[in-house]
């Protein structure tokens, strides 16, 4: 069982990696992901194209992430 704050490690077959993306299992709590699966829906994009639209936004405003 998942807990919160705890890490869930990788196995095989659910990550991968390319020259220009990484896919990855992601675990967040329900209610974050309807609300997100909703702003999506809402604006025309996929859950996975808000997400690093939000982690761009959050990078560039993050001085430790420069």
């Known amino acids: ?23 990855r299992t992601v675990v ?6 309807e609300r997100l699966a ?3 829906e809402r604006r025309g994009l996929s859950v996975s194209d808000l997400l690093a639209e939000y982690a761009e936004q959050g990078l560039r405003h ?3 992430a420069r």
Do not use: F
Not at 1 to 22: K, N
Not at 28 to 33: G, S, T, Y
């Open 1 to 23: 069982m998942y807990r919160r704050g705890g890490s869930l490690s990788e196995t095989p077959g659910e990550a991968w990696e390319s020259d220009d993306c990484v896919r």
């Open 28 to 33: 967040i709590p329900a209610v974050l992901a």
């Open 38 to 40: 909703a702003t999506a």
């Open 62 to 64: 993050d001085p430790a």
